[in-house]
């Protein structure tokens, strides 16, 4: 993982970190593992991004469960972008879901775009790998072309809202008990799936506000 504010994030939200690697003139994280000082020029060649910070570190991953009663959850079917799949959760979290479920064959939770895309969300909340047929709660699958207005369907009782691979979409035979749709002026198809998907997450959190 790279940038400070990241591994202090993951510090913070009780995550095992186990190896600092800085480049000069880095300050050491307290909490986030053995320090281990780079010579220079050595982090431009070891980074995944193409303008590194100087703080890395080596986080412990974790294997994520649905908590127990979970009432809100999203779920990414298939979801091929790792950009995609880290606003996803960075949305998740913001609009007060209680995990993030990514079906066998999405992009790894892991993958060093998508943490730095969820902007540290990824270590406060849930992100699981699950079939989607497995998710215990009223499915709500959005589409572009079927399903009722998303803003006339009742959000309050416990469901997953559902997106789909960013090429294909949710399979016209997928689990789903419910399908809507967000109308739009214009001639695009779709929005993107990442912005669909908090379009729809805020208006759960809208309905749960005000219910």
């Keep these: 993982m790279e940038g400070r504010s990241l591994i202090e994030q993951a510090v913070q939200a009780g995550w095992t970190c186990t190896d600092q690697y800085l480049a000069p003139p880095a300050e050491?994280?307290?909490?986030?593992?053995?320090?281990h000082l780079l010579a220079p020029n050595v982090v431009e060649r070891v980074a995944s991004t193409d303008s590194p910070q100087p703080h890395l570190a080596v986080v412990r991953q974790r294997s994520g469960?649905?908590?127990?009663?979970?009432?809100?959850?999203v779920v990414a079917?298939?979801?091929?972008d790792p950009g995609n799949a880290g606003t996803i959760i960075r949305s998740a979290e913001a609009a007060g879901a209680d995990a993030v479920v990514l079906t066998p064959g999405s992009v790894d939770a892991f993958n060093p775009k998508v943490v730095r895309a969820s902007a540290g969300s990824l270590f406060r909340i849930p992100v699981?790998?699950?079939?989607?047929?497995?998710?215990?709660?009223?499915?709500?699958g959005t589409s572009s072309h079927?399903?009722?207005?998303?803003?006339?369907?009742?959000?309050?009782?416990?469901?997953?809202?559902v997106v789909g691979n960013e090429a294909h979409g949710l399979d016209a035979d997928a689990p789903i008990d419910t399908w809507v749709t967000i109308p739009h002026a214009?001639?695009?198809?779709?929005?993107?799936?990442?912005?669909?998907?908090t379009v729809v997450m805020f208006e759960v959190a809208r309905q749960r506000r005000n219910h």
């Design 77 to 80: 079917d298939r979801l091929g």
């Design 128 to 140: 699981v790998s699950a079939e989607l047929a497995d998710v215990p709660v009223t499915r709500i």
């Design 146 to 161: 079927r399903g009722d207005d998303y803003t006339t369907v009742d959000l309050t009782g416990a469901l997953a809202i």
């Design 186 to 197: 214009g001639a695009a198809e779709s929005l993107n799936v990442a912005m669909a998907a």
């Design 28 to 35: 050491p994280i307290a909490g986030a593992g053995d320090v």
């Design 65 to 73: 469960a649905l908590p127990a009663g979970a009432g809100f959850v």
